[in-house]
């Protein structure tokens, strides 16, 4: 069920859209990872849709690793006049509200970051020994 904002929807499809593009996940991976009754052009479609059934939304949210209600809350004319209004007021706005989810996948992303930043270096560690291990002989 989409949820409004004064006059203005919340567009669940598009901001599926917005996270898988943001991800860098194309259509048919996301289609895949939802099973076999999925395909691209299916993708296509639910993203097209405003309202989508809660239990895609849990998989896809569950797929795409960001809290559902990031799909369903997420509306980026309020984020805009948001960012518009504080830039405007020549101020450094802070928005504050625990449940942000935006700020929650940003913290999910750096701990991915972080993990593939650790196994680069251990990956680069373990090359350096097998180059000094084939130096040797």
Do not use: C
């Not at 993203?47 to 209600?69: F, G, H």
């Not at 809350?73 to 989810?101: K, L, M, R, Y």
């Amino acid at each position: 069920m989409a949820h409004t904002n004064s006059n203005q929807k919340i567009h669940q499809g598009r901001n599926i859209k917005r996270f898988r593009e943001m991800l860098g996940i194309k259509q048919e991976v996301l289609a895949y990872e939802l099973g076999d009754d999925w395909n691209q052009k299916k993708i296509s479609l639910l993203e097209q849709k405003e309202a989508i059934e809660t239990n895609i939304l849990r998989e896809v949210a569950q797929i795409l690793k960001i809290p559902v209600e990031a799909i369903e809350n997420f509306d980026e004319e309020q984020a805009v006049n948001v960012i518009a209004s504080t830039f405007h007021d020549n101020a450094v706005g802070v928005i504050v509200n625990n449940h942000n989810p935006i700020e929650k996948i940003i913290e999910l992303h750096e701990e991915k970051i972080a993990l593939y930043e650790r196994m680069l270096k251990e990956k680069d560690d373990m090359m350096l020994r097998l180059e000094k291990l084939f130096e040797r002989k």
